[in-house]
């Protein structure tokens, strides 16, 4: 079908008024009230004086100098100092640069704006951006980390602490959050987002751009925040990054975009788009996406940027014949600013010329940038957020970092803990790390660390469990093993490890992937410990000894022998600044673990993608009973999980009663309450994640075997016990029907409770006509 046809039938009248939404109660309203809460997001402080504003501007300005405001260039600071590329500086003086990334710090970004507002005609101030994904200076555990905590008050002060450096750094705007549904771990920027969930993506997509963006644009602790990549970028063939992507309709709409509305209508300012195409068209000059979706239905009023260079992409993708098509394809779709292509600079006044592009839509551009130059109070102070004073007072405090321990900690989710191998005994006299990991500063904090320093300042684990041992315990290290490639065949460093090892009551093994190994460009075939660490680990096993695996990594590992053969499994991520104390914490107990699972962990990369939400088949296999060969089954593999989403183990245990319901039948508009009690039954204080899930039984188009529609955290006394209740209505079992209508369908549904995805008993409910 052609894509301009297609168009025509998904922007319907019938579609429109079933736009995607959140699982929230405001999911299903209308579109015209949609857009009436967007006009002015919270926080944004629109005025008439801005509109006056702009519109005197605009007037004033030259085709030139409006193409300049839609030109986004990077500075060198990342491989080479506080400097602008060479010719930049002239293009700043002439007005033909609207913003500036990869530059920071008060004294630089004084420097370019001065640039800008003293060199320039109509003294324009830039927007200076920057990558702070999970901290700028102080960095807390990477996004996947984070989300595994499920605590959104702790993601939301994440993001808060990492938005007050950054503006105090001289910056306006962070490339953050990315909130890409993934349910592919090969592919790399999988650590960079929140899993594989749509509902918990949702939530943790509006606590990170509310953490970011402060109570208001332009609080000079705040920055702008960026949801990207749209559209669907998370789900790349064959797990590759930049790859193809192709699904359906109704999965772009029920899975993939919801947790980028849920970040619009938390107020983001602005939007990424995708390297990857939507429906055969790249996202960078998909109308669809950028306007009949962003601005038409979700009623959008920021400005949208591209990701690095993909405008220019749209040519190898085969989409645009050369560049000068490429930025006529992106403007007219709805793209305002062109990150680091210089497409629209060297292209776009020609295309005006030729009546490719009206100036009407340059104007439109120009006035969603200028207008967030406003907000941010630019244009009264344009060195507003260049104040070395605060500067110097709110970098690395002592507060933020204490919180980074306490986001790391919250992070870390309990995989295995036989024979109560942890918490660390007091018995324990002699402890061995062991591992690439176990002393590696630079791994700790992960990819796209912002300004974090790899070299001194984030604590290693073997430095967080000496500071921890305390007098009489001697802590031993041999990094024993390599997370190499190349190194898969080689013992070097062995005979070390298990010399440290054979004298020691505990081994903790610090293994996973080196800190570039996940993240933007790093796509991987197989998901096991790379290098040699698994050889390692089982040589270490010979010894009898007690074995801890603390992972350090960026997505599920493949680790099925150690799941068998060590006494427990700790997933740390990677941790940030404060990564070594936080581990250190869970080990010897004194944080017990709470951290639940945001992605599902195969059992080998044969079962990707694998994910609790996936759908049921014709034959589905199961399990017990006779031999089932006909069925939906591999031969040489379970089809469950190694682990599955929503787990996560705790130094104590918890108990569950039946789920029971207020009402067996509901109605449109009427709600249900489902309840149970959680039991404390162990022996330590402990927090549980009571996790919501429903099934559509039938539908008019098939359903996910489960849903996550809700949780919450409860923290428990031993032997105390809650009631846990959740609120259900027909909002909550809305979903894109055959007809492409937003909305429930009656009939028949199970509900579950339960501490992970796995929970197996339901109870039944029915939505009536």
Not at 432 to 440: I, K, N
């Amino acid at each position: 079908m052609p894509i301009a046809t297609a168009r025509r039938l998904l922007t319907g009248a019938s579609l429109i008024a079933a736009l995607v939404a959140t699982p929230l109660a405001a999911r299903d309203a209308p579109v015209a009230q949609a857009r009436t809460q967007a006009a002015v997001p919270q926080g944004w402080g629109d005025t008439p004086a801005m509109t006056t504003f702009v519109d005197a501007l605009i007037a004033k300005m030259t085709l030139a100098e409006k193409i300049g405001q839609l030109t986004l260039l990077t500075s060198d600071w990342v491989s080479t100092g506080p400097t602008l590329r060479a010719g930049y500086k002239e293009d700043v003086a002439a007005g033909k640069v609207g913003a500036i990334f990869n530059a920071h710090s008060v004294a630089y970004t004084r420097e370019l704006q001065k640039l800008a507002v003293e060199g320039t005609r109509l003294k324009i101030p830039l927007i200076f951006g920057y990558d702070v994904i999970h901290g700028h200076r102080t960095i807390f555990p990477i996004s996947l980390g984070e989300a595994a905590s499920w605590d959104l008050a702790a993601i939301e002060k994440s993001a808060r602490i990492s938005a007050t450096e950054a503006a105090a750094e001289g910056l306006h705007w962070t490339f953050a959050p990315m909130v890409d549904i993934s349910r592919d771990p090969r592919w790399g920027r999988i650590s960079e987002g929140a899993g594989e969930d749509t509902y918990l993506g949702s939530r943790i997509a509006e606590a990170r751009v509310k953490g970011f963006q402060g109570k208001r644009i332009g609080d000079t602790d705040a920055v702008l925040a960026t949801v990207k990549h749209f559209a669907a970028y998370g789900a790349p063939q064959a797990g590759r990054d930049y790859s193809t992507v192709d699904m359906s309709m109704r999965e772009l709409r029920d899975t993939y975009l919801p947790p980028y509305k849920a970040a619009i209508d938390a107020g983001a300012a602005t939007v990424m788009t995708s390297f990857n195409e939507v429906d055969g068209v790249p996202a960078s000059g998909n109308h669809f996406l950028m306007t009949d979706v962003l601005r038409n239905e979700w009623g959008f009023k920021g400005f949208v940027v591209t990701d690095f260079t993909s405008i220019n992409e749209m040519v190898p993708h085969g989409y645009a014949k050369d560049e000068k098509q490429a930025g006529e394809q992106a403007i007219n779709a709805g793209v305002d600013m062109d990150m680091q292509g210089a497409v629209y600079l060297n292209h776009l006044a020609k295309s005006v010329a030729e009546g490719k592009v009206s100036v009407a839509t340059i104007d439109t551009a120009v006035r969603r940038v200028l207008e967030m130059k406003y907000r941010l109070g630019l244009f009264t102070d344009p060195y507003r957020f260049s104040d070395a004073k605060r500067e110097k007072a709110n970098v690395m405090t002592p507060a933020f970092l204490a919180a980074a321990r306490d986001v790391a900690r919250r992070s870390m989710v309990l995989l295995k803990n036989d024979r109560d191998a942890l918490p660390i005994a007091s018995s324990a006299k002699r402890i061995a790390v062991v591992g690439p990991l176990g002393d590696s500063k630079a791994d700790m904090i992960g990819s796209w660390a912002g300004q974090g320093d790899r070299t001194t300042k984030p604590v290693s684990v073997l430095e967080g469990i000496r500071a921890r041992a305390g007098k009489g315990v001697t802590v031993t290290y041999a990094k024993g093993a390599s997370y190499a490639f190349a190194d898969a065949a080689k013992t070097d460093g062995f005979a070390e490890a298990m010399a440290a090892a054979r004298d020691a009551d505990v081994i903790v093994a610090a293994m996973g992937e080196h800190w570039d190994m996940t993240g933007e460009a790093a796509s991987r075939t197989s998901l096991d410990l790379p290098g040699n660490q698994e050889a390692l680990l089982k040589q270490l096993k010979t010894l009898g000894k007690p074995i801890v695996l603390v992972l350090l990594s960026g997505r599920p590992n493949t680790v099925a022998w150690a799941a068998e053969n060590v006494d427990a499994i700790l997933e740390a991520w990677y941790p940030g600044t404060m990564g070594g104390h936080a581990v250190a914490d869970v080990l010897f107990g004194d944080y017990n673990p709470s951290g639940k699972l945001p992605v599902t962990f195969p059992r080998s990369v044969g079962q990707v993608p694998i994910y609790y939400a996936m759908k049921n088949t014709g034959r589905p296999y199961e399990p017990k009973g006779p031999e089932q060969k006909y069925r939906s089954r591999y031969l040489d593999s379970p089809n469950t999980p190694q682990w599955p989403f929503g787990y996560g183990l705790s130094y104590t245990s918890f108990g569950y009663s039946p789920v029971t319901l207020d009402r067996a039948t509901i109605r449109p508009g009427q709600t249900l309450t489902a309840s149970v009690t959680l039991t404390n039954t162990g022996k330590r204080v402990g927090t549980e994640t009571v996790q919501l899930y429903t099934r559509d039984l039938v539908g008019s188009v098939t359903r996910p075997l489960k849903e996550l529609k809700g949780f919450r955290q409860i923290t428990l006394k031993p032997g105390e016990a809650r009631r846990v209740s959740f609120t259900v209505s027909d909002k909550d079992l809305a979903f894109h029907r055959a007809d492409m209508s937003w909305g429930a369908e009656a009939g028949d549904f199970d509900l579950f409770i339960g501490g992970s995805s796995d929970v197996a008993t339901p109870v039944r409910f029915t939505l009536s006509e």
